[in-house]
């Protein structure tokens, strides 16, 4: 119940395109939905986040959809470029227990 | 740079050694987070700390201890180590204790076990 599902595990996509990354969760309790960006021998960057009480958050080129009752959620990458080829991990967390469940993790790749 | 600070980058011992590695929060942030990242676990919690007093326990080892101190930073210490030790180990800091908020992770330290 503490999982949460990544897919793909891989993606390739060409510039300009819309990557979408998916993640799952059982865990009602879940109340805090972050994506992590993460480049080679780099640590995780937080990239954004989202609360259950909204469906979607912008910020930037990365949107946060979030799907409540289907206990899912979503990164969208709009106008994808080379540079953001990286390693993404979408996480869950509960108030009171601060510990970031994360997914496995996504390898996305930009072809120029 | 997140303002997470971990040292060393690399460490490289052999097994059934001990090892110490250091963390210092940003400027502010009260906890500490401890995880591991490897290839076949992915990145898993170890431990939480908060203003010098344990918060939280993961998929920590009995071989594996944490610690905060008054100054804020925190060292997580590896003993009797095997080579399934070997991988990333991050640690993460946030503002506040109860309240679910942002974890900002530090460059991580490579553990190899030869």
């Known amino acids: 119940q503490q999982q949460v599902k990544q897919s793909p595990q891989s993606l390739i996509v060409q510039k300009g395109g819309i990557p979408i990354i998916n993640c799952a969760y059982e865990?009602?309790?879940?109340?805090?939905f972050p994506w992590y960006q993460q480049f080679p021998g780099k640590g995780p960057a937080l990239l954004i986040a989202?609360?259950?009480?909204?469906s979607e958050k912008k910020e930037g080129r990365f949107t946060i959809s979030f799907n409540k009752s289907a206990k899912q959620f979503s990164l969208h990458i709009m106008d994808s470029q080379p540079g953001d080829s990286a390693t993404y991990f979408c996480?869950?967390?509960?108030?009171?227990?601060?510990?970031?469940?994360f997914g496995q993790g996504t390898r996305l790749t930009i072809n120029p | 740079d997140s303002g997470v600070t971990q040292t060393p980058k690399h460490l490289i011992t052999a097994t059934g050694q001990r090892v110490t590695l250091r963390c210092s929060p940003r400027s502010g942030d009260l906890s500490v987070y401890w995880y591991q990242q490897s290839l076949d676990q992915g990145l898993q919690f170890l431990i939480q700390?908060?203003?010098?007093?344990?918060?939280a326990k993961g998929n920590i080892l009995e071989r594996f201890s944490a610690q905060q101190f008054p100054d804020l930073h925190s060292e997580l210490n590896l003993s009797s180590l095997e080579l399934g030790d070997s991988a990333l180990y991050f640690c993460?800091?946030?503002?506040?204790?109860?309240?679910?908020?942002?974890?900002?992770f530090g460059p991580g330290t490579r553990l190899t076990v030869t």
């Open positions: 996480a869950a967390s509960t108030r009171g227990a601060q510990k970031l469940v």
């Open positions: 993460a800091s946030s503002a506040t204790r109860t309240e679910t908020s942002e974890q900002y």
């Open positions: 989202i609360r259950p009480d909204v």
């Open positions: 700390y908060y203003n010098g007093e344990e918060r």
């Open positions: 865990n009602t309790a879940f109340d805090y």
